[in-house]
C-alpha cells in the first residue's frame, strides 16, 4: 500500500505561482513512477505530468511549458511548479503513484483556483 498526500494548492491571482507536493509513505520502494493529473469542472481528469523515481520527466503534449515536476527522494515528495497561472488552470490537482500495470494509488486532491 502506497498513501499520498498533496498540499500546496489554494486561490491565485492570475500570473501567480503556485508549489504543489505529494509526499509519498507506506511501501515506496514498490513505486515505478509518480505523477500529477488534474480535473477541471466539468471535463475528465487529464494528465499533466509523470517523472520516474530515476528522474526522467514526461509531460503531456497540452501541458505548458509553465509546469515542472520535481521531486525529493530523501522526502518522498514529488513537486508541481506552475508559473504564470491563468484561470484555465483551474483545477482539482491529484498526485498518482503507479506500482504496476494493475495497481496504482491517488491522493485526495488539491483545489487549485486561479482568479483575480
Known amino acids: 500500500q502506497v498513501q499520498l498526500v498533496e498540499s500546496g494548492g489554494g486561490l491565485v491571482q492570475p500570473g501567480g505561482s503556485l508549489r504543489l507536493s505529494c509526499a509519498a509513505s507506506?511501501?515506496?520502494?514498490?513505486?515505478?513512477?509518480m505523477g500529477w493529473y488534474r480535473q477541471a469542472p466539468g471535463k475528465q481528469r487529464e494528465l499533466v505530468a509523470t517523472?520516474?523515481?530515476?528522474?526522467?520527466?514526461n509531460y503531456a503534449d497540452s501541458v505548458p511549458v509553465r509546469f515542472t515536476i520535481s521531486r525529493d527522494n530523501a522526502k518522498n515528495t514529488v513537486y508541481l511548479q506552475m508559473n504564470s497561472l491563468k484561470p484555465e488552470d483551474t483545477a482539482v490537482y491529484y498526485c498518482?503513484?503507479?506500482?504496476?500495470?494493475?495497481?496504482?494509488?491517488w491522493g485526495q486532491g488539491t483545489q487549485v483556483t486561479v482568479s483575480s
Open positions: 507506506g511501501n515506496i520502494f514498490s513505486i515505478k513512477y
Open positions: 498518482n503513484a503507479v506500482v504496476a500495470a494493475w495497481e496504482n494509488y
Open positions: 517523472i520516474t523515481s530515476g528522474g526522467s520527466t
